[in-house]
């Protein structure tokens, strides 16, 4: 079956202005997540979706960014007014139930702020 | 910042050869989960271990956890050039749902 899906796959944009960023989950899976990854690092976790509900937002790195999650399925990360250090890429994963186990991890969007 | 560290950073061997790669953590956990990371594939799921298993193989790979020392490794055995890739240990801690990540050991198999 189809995977997790992002858009866009790239994404450039110059400093200062805001974009949207879209994850389709595995469908049925209820919980999503927002990961963050810079060059040459490990993931930073940045949300985490259980259903429309956002139980634990503690990863968000500024009242810049913010994300919501439609009908239980797809969801949107918004960053306004971009910095350079928001340059990365934007991981979405998702997994069924609660979410104790395995994620399923989309393609990305690599974000490059001029 | 990161909550922990896989070593060694970088890992070159030869087709063929076992490698290893260690992770620590500083927080208890409910389970480990190791993933790879290739341009190819992006980011897989490779095996999970709960904080009440010791060992668990899949295939060529083999996880052991040690609670105690509070670190993991992951051995694959007779490897090839596709295992080329970086690979991740992530922590599921206490009643949260997010993983978190290790920075990861870069691994390359040479032929």
């Known amino acids: 079956g189809a995977g997790v899906s992002q858009s866009p796959s790239n994404k450039v944009t110059e400093k200062g202005k805001d974009v949207e960023l879209r994850c389709d989950p595995i469908?049925?899976?209820?919980?999503l997540y927002w990961y963050r990854q810079s060059l040459g690092q490990g993931l930073e976790f940045l949300i985490y979706?259980?259903?429309?509900?956002?139980?634990?937002k503690s990863g968000l790195p500024s009242d810049r960014f913010s994300a919501e999650r439609t009908g239980g399925s797809v969801s949107t990360l918004t960053i306004q007014r971009t910095q350079q250090e928001d340059s990365a890429v934007y991981l979405c994963?998702?997994?069924?139930?609660?979410?104790?186990?395995?994620?399923?991890f989309g393609p990305g969007t690599r974000l490059t702020v001029l | 910042s990161q909550q922990g560290e896989e070593d060694p950073q970088a890992l070159s061997i030869q087709e063929g050869e076992n490698a290893t790669m260690n992770c620590s953590y500083k927080?208890?956990?409910?389970?480990l989960q190791w993933y790879r990371q290739n341009s190819g594939r992006g980011l897989v799921h490779l095996i999970l271990?709960?904080?009440?298993?010791r060992e668990k193989h899949s295939g060529r790979l083999r996880v052991t956890l040690d609670t105690s020392k509070k670190s993991s490794s992951l051995l694959i055995t007779a490897s090839r050039a596709a295992d080329t890739a970086s690979y991740f240990c992530?922590?599921?801690?206490?009643?949260?749902?997010?993983?978190?990540f290790g920075t990861g050991t870069q691994l390359k198999v040479e032929l």
């Open positions: 994963a998702s997994s069924p139930g609660q979410g104790i186990g395995e994620q399923f």
């Open positions: 469908s049925g899976h209820t919980a």
């Open positions: 927080t208890s956990i409910n389970n």
């Open positions: 979706f259980q259903g429309n509900s956002a139980p634990d």
């Open positions: 992530a922590r599921r801690t206490g009643g949260g749902n997010k993983l978190t």
């Open positions: 271990i709960r904080s009440n298993e």
